[in-house]
């Protein structure tokens, strides 16, 4: 090979290195002979057209455009999936409240309670985000999931003065609507069903409607003692007998927490039978959610506690804040690092397999 | 279906081909008109092969580099042939609404 087209390679592998990883994975060889082979015998520089080219098609393959490698397709169907399942827990979530208090305040006085407005928004956005998630309709999905993680943001900064604790109590809740509705908003063309199977989405969309109706039942079921001084009590079946309403918080009994349980698995178990790099890019996504969840308490503990003792209650500090929103993001980062980086490992070791088995038999094969 | 698609599927119609020979025979059908760049090619190939329409056929090493050879499948066949039929269609109908446009008073050829 020529000086000029040892400079022209390393110049085309600088571009081809724009491409994602799977991409130059299935074509960079394949590639590289052909512009080699489109080359002037003294080039030395790639042309202008193609150069542009290039950077055009890689770009197009780093944000998910149509021919994506298939790591950028596990990313997007990871994101199909991770999109619907927050949603479908967001509108199960708020059913669920719903649902506990509008019976649980029927039981208690015959009257149906309002679920307050600022919630109506949220459950609109979800169920919108819900309905077209399992479609192709990609920016209507987002729009509903953006309009709904946006709105539950906006309810907790507007309580969050009189009432801090409860922001950082449903941070998590927050991190995860908000990815959501990123998740559909670049999951292109994919949809979940298309990465779970249609049988377990199915089975587990199903599931999150059980979860929905549990409290509902519960609540209707309950049992309410009425003492003579116009106090009561409420308690789900084998649930605490809650005097008044608990602070607002619905009742739950073994109505709520066997079935739920189950149904709580049975998702567990769709989801776990993705495929294994879905299935990794899935982890990585719910990771900062189920982290802050696990950390917040311990580290906010000083914060939660006394905060709602003062009048007016003590805000959140600076640094807080930083950890609040940078933690997540650099767990997200980290996961999908080293899912990127495992895979890449993987696939390294498998080529060396393949190149020591091939040259056994080649060994065997040649007459000694 | 885009352009770049319709002519790699042309000229994989005819028999396996490599990366450089679609790009000269793409070159050859289209009158000189269409080359395509590596990067399109490849892209248009890899979302071709996920929608079933092409297949490798064979792979060689040709000076240390992989060699791949595509060909049409039948899902391939039957989708250049829909598009083919479809692409008649409209140039007979602009052709037919041309010749009645050069027809008309006026609006002949100079």
């Known amino acids: 090979m020529s000086e000029h087209h040892e400079q022209l390679e390393r110049r085309y592998e600088r571009l081809l290195a724009l491409f994602p990883a799977a991409h130059r994975r299935e074509y960079e060889d394949e590639m590289m002979g052909v512009l080699l082979a489109g080359a002037a015998p003294q080039q030395r520089y790639p042309g202008l057209g193609e150069t542009a080219n290039l950077i055009r098609c890689a770009v197009w393959l780093r944000v998910g455009g149509r021919g994506a490698g298939s790591a950028d397709r596990y990313w997007a169907s990871a994101a199909a999936v991770f999109g619907l399942v927050v949603c479908l827990m967001m509108l199960t979530y708020r059913l669920g409240i719903m649902g506990a208090e509008v019976l649980g305040g029927w039981r208690i006085d015959g009257r149906l309670l309002i679920v307050p407005g600022q919630w109506w928004l949220a459950m609109a956005g979800w169920t919108v985000a819900v309905a077209f998630a399992f479609t192709r309709f990609r920016l209507v999905a987002a729009a509903g999931a953006w309009v709904a993680a946006l709105s539950e943001v906006a309810v907790e900064i507007i309580g969050y003065p009189s009432w801090p604790s409860h922001l950082v109590e449903v941070w998590w809740m927050l ?48 049992v309410v003692t009425r003492y003579g001084d116009g106090g009561f009590s409420i308690g789900a079946l084998g649930g605490y007998n809650a005097p008044g309403w608990l602070g607002g918080h619905h009742v739950s009994g073994v109505i709520t927490l066997v079935p739920g349980l189950i149904c709580a698995l049975v998702i567990l178990y769709c989801l776990l039978r993705a495929e294994a790099p879905v299935r990794r890019r899935l982890v990585a996504m ?69 190149a020591e088995r091939e040259a056994r038999l080649k060994q065997a094969a040649t007459p000694s | 279906m885009g352009e770049p698609a319709f002519l790699i599927l042309t000229a994989l119609a005819g028999e396996p081909k490599h990366g450089y020979a679609v790009i000269e ?38 000076a240390s580099r992989l060699r791949r050879y595509y060909r049409l499948t039948g899902v391939g066949q039957e989708r250049l042939a829909a598009e083919t039929v479809r692409l008649r269609r409209n140039a007979d109908a602009a052709a037919a609404r041309l010749s009645g446009f050069a027809l008309r008073p006026g609006t002949g050829a100079a």
């Not at chain 1, 199915?202 to 409607?209: E, L, Q």
């Not at chain 1, 696990?294 to 003062?310: D, K, M, W």
């Not at chain 2, 793409?26 to 092969?49: A, C, E, N």
């Open chain 1, 175 to 222: 991190v995860l609507s908000v990815g959501a509705a990123f998740a559909l908003t670049v999951r292109g063309r994919t949809r979940p069903q298309g990465a779970l199977g249609v049988r377990r989405t199915v089975v587990m969309s199903s599931a999150f409607a059980v979860l929905a109706v549990l409290p509902a039942v519960d609540a209707s079921l309950a």
């Open chain 2, 25 to 62: 025979d793409v070159l050859d059908i289209s009158g000189g008109q269409v080359r395509l760049h590596t990067g399109t090619l490849y892209s248009v190939l890899d979302r071709l092969r996920e929608g079933g329409l092409i297949e490798v056929d064979r792979e060689e090493i040709v």
């Open chain 1, 286 to 354: 719910f990771a900062p959610a189920l982290a802050l969840n696990l950390v917040v308490p311990p580290v906010f503990n000083g914060f939660l506690v006394s905060t709602q003792r003062f009048n007016p209650p003590v805000l959140l500090v600076p640094g807080q804040w930083v950890f609040l929103i940078v933690f997540p993001l650099v767990l997200f980062a980290v996961g999908a690092l080293l899912v990127v980086r495992g895979e890449r490992h993987a696939h390294l070791i498998e080529l060396g397999r393949a």
